[in-house]
């Protein structure tokens, strides 16, 4: 299974600081980078971007609800037009950046709640594809590999998108194939070694197990680790020795 690595960067708004994206960018090879609406700023997003292309980083953009001070993990009662309105927006912002560096965004991976979201109501996911294809329809949408894999490729076929499917190595999963809600203890797994064997496993046998030990067999194109934790850039140079990208 060809896998590769990626991480939520430039969260950083102005003075103050989040993740080691300088100490992490070279381990990557996707960047989701943070468009001013959970974190970042103008001039956090210019560094991030120069960074990525430093490096050869594919840039994503990470779009999110409009939440600064809930950091985009609070769902927000937004009607279809809003939501595909913030996603054009934060789009178009990070766009501006990556067009006076001579470089792109190569795809979209929400933020958060509307990632969560996303993934359970098929109105939101549809204004989502709908914002991504009226933009530039070579950008790919990331999204959670599920068991239902299937119908998500459906509707995005019909708006002319391609799909990146992702899988997280540092969050605990349900036997459905959902990620264990933050609100719980064992939503994020903090021990190294059990990162690596979870993925080892997805890439020599094709699974994750869940919280309980059911195997779930999941198509992976990408694996997240996120940047924010306290041993981040411990678990992401382990992840990237594995995966080999």
Same mark, same amino acid.
């Given at each position: 299974?060809?896998?590769?690595?990626?991480?939520?960067?430039?969260?950083?708004?102005?003075?103050?600081?989040?993740?080691?994206?300088?100490?992490? %960018?070279?381990?990557?090879?996707?960047?989701?980078?943070?468009?001013?609406?959970?974190? @970042?700023?103008?001039?956090?997003?210019?560094?991030?971007?120069?960074?990525?292309?430093?490096?050869?980083?594919?840039?994503?953009?990470?779009?999110? =609800?409009?939440?600064?001070?809930?950091?985009?993990?609070?769902?927000?009662?937004?009607?279809?037009?809003?939501?595909?309105?913030?996603?054009?927006?934060?789009?178009?912002?990070?766009?501006?950046?990556?067009?006076?560096?001579?470089?792109?965004?190569?795809?979209?991976?929400?933020?958060?709640?509307?990632?969560?979201? %996303?993934?359970?109501?098929?109105?939101? =996911?549809? +204004?989502?594809?709908?914002?991504?294809?009226?933009?530039?329809?070579?950008?790919?949408?990331?999204?959670?590999?599920?068991?239902?894999?299937? +119908? =998500?490729?459906?509707?995005?076929?019909?708006?002319?998108?391609?799909?990146?499917?992702?899988?997280?190595?540092?969050?605990? =999963?349900?036997?459905?194939?959902?990620?264990?809600?933050?609100?719980?203890?064992?939503?994020?797994?903090?021990?190294?070694?059990?990162?690596?064997?979870?993925?080892?496993?997805?890439?020599?046998?094709?699974?994750?197990? @869940?919280?309980?030990?059911?195997?779930?067999?999941?198509?992976?194109?990408?694996?997240?680790?996120?940047?924010?934790?306290?041993?981040?850039?411990?678990?992401?140079?382990?992840?990237?020795?594995?995966?080999?990208?």
């Amino acid at each position: 299974m060809n896998i590769r690595l990626n991480c939520d960067m430039g969260e950083s708004f102005g003075i103050w600081k989040m993740g080691k994206d300088e100490e992490i %960018m070279p381990y990557i090879s996707l960047a989701n980078l943070a468009c001013g609406f959970h974190a @970042s700023d103008a001039v956090t997003m210019s560094r991030s971007v120069e960074l990525a292309k430093k490096y050869n980083v594919t840039i994503g953009a990470h779009p999110s =609800y409009q939440d600064l001070v809930g950091f985009g993990r609070r769902s927000m009662k937004c009607t279809l037009e809003e939501i595909k309105s913030i996603v054009l927006y934060q789009i178009g912002a990070l766009y501006s950046f990556c067009k006076l560096n001579k470089t792109t965004v190569s795809y979209v991976k929400p933020h958060g709640a509307l990632y969560n979201d %996303m993934m359970k109501d098929d109105n939101i =996911y549809k +204004a989502i594809l709908s914002a991504i294809s009226s933009f530039d329809k070579n950008i790919k949408l990331m999204i959670l590999s599920t068991p239902n894999n299937e +119908a =998500y490729e459906h509707t995005a076929r019909l708006y002319g998108i391609s799909l990146i499917y992702e899988v997280f190595a540092d969050r605990n =999963y349900n036997d459905d194939g959902t990620l264990v809600s933050r609100v719980l203890p064992d939503a994020v797994i903090k021990d190294e070694l059990d990162v690596m064997q979870r993925i080892t496993n997805l890439k020599d046998r094709g699974y994750l197990e @869940s919280i309980s030990g059911k195997k779930l067999f999941l198509k992976a194109d990408t694996v997240c680790v996120h940047g924010d934790g306290d041993n981040a850039l411990t678990f992401i140079k382990a992840v990237q020795k594995i995966v080999g990208s």
